[in-house]
């Protein structure tokens, strides 16, 4: 398991759990970390591809070293995988009670584990009236819960239209796929997460994303600002991994939950 952070102060943590640190962007990190800025890298990217710039570091350093049909995943310092289908988060047990630290036997039937569903009909009134009202115009209808879609709602947070001008780019046997599923679709499988035992499964979905993310950012460029816009290459990938895994592959939903690993440090 890959964790994902961007404070050099967690590595021990990291290590207590028995996963591996990884550490992103411009902030220092010892040389004890696995980071994204050896090799072929696109490490000077990281604030608009966010872990991306991992797993591109990843796809063309060292997946090939990878054995086949092991499993491999990855989560971040502030979203993990739990150990349990239908287990809580209980804060007053260890970390390592709480996340996951052997493979379930539910998911040998499995090649992919997605996190579970992020529902986007709750968004609040007073969200769509900061953050909404150009794309509230375009489509009334999500007056009603049922209406707010993942296209939407990536309108609201992301910049009105940049979706759809992101899916004409696509390759053309998932192009109206993914536009059905971002039109459609009232949740999507959260956190950028995967876990998967297939090292061809994960070829082709790198494949296929960063062959996407080329294409939008020569579309859009990197002269992108304010949170909702400068990870946008990370936010469109956010929408486009559960579409593509889910068409691809024999999937299986599995709970994350919102622990921030700084948490540990204040305990000690």
């Known amino acids: 398991m890959y964790c994902i952070c961007i404070h050099n102060k967690l590595f021990d943590v990291v290590k207590k759990v028995n996963y591996i640190p990884v550490g992103l962007g411009e902030n220092k990190f010892s040389n004890d970390w696995l980071k994204d800025n050896t090799d072929k890298n696109i490490s000077n990217k990281n604030k608009f591809y966010g872990e991306y710039t991992f797993h591109y570091w990843l796809w063309k350093n060292y997946l090939d070293e990878i054995e086949d049909n092991k499993w491999i995943g990855f989560c971040a310092y502030r979203r993990l995988w739990l150990n349990e289908k239908k287990n809580p988060f209980d804060i007053k047990q260890s970390l390592n009670n709480n996340i996951i630290q052997h493979i379930p036997h539910e998911w040998e039937k499995y090649d992919v584990i997605l ?154």
């Open 115 to 268: 996190g579970d569903h992020m529902d986007l009909t709750n968004i609040k009134w007073i969200k769509v009236i900061k953050y909404g009202k150009i794309s509230f115009l375009r489509n009334p209808l999500v007056i009603f819960k049922k209406k707010r879609k993942i296209r939407f709602q990536f309108d609201m947070f992301h910049g009105n239209g940049l979706i759809d001008k992101a899916t004409e780019l696509l390759n053309e046997k998932d192009r109206y796929d993914f536009k059905n599923y971002i039109t459609n679709e009232t949740s999507y499988n959260q956190g950028n997460m995967f876990i998967t035992k297939s090292k061809e499964i994960m070829k082709e979905y790198y494949n296929n994303i960063f062959e996407w993310l080329d294409k939008c950012e020569k579309a859009f460029g990197l002269n992108l600002s304010g949170y909702g816009k400068v990870r946008l290459y990370a936010f469109l990938a956010e929408r486009y991994l559960p579409f593509w895994f889910n068409k691809y592959s024999k999937v299986m939903e599995w709970p994350i939950t919102f622990y921030d690993l700084r948490n540990e440090l204040n305990e000690k």
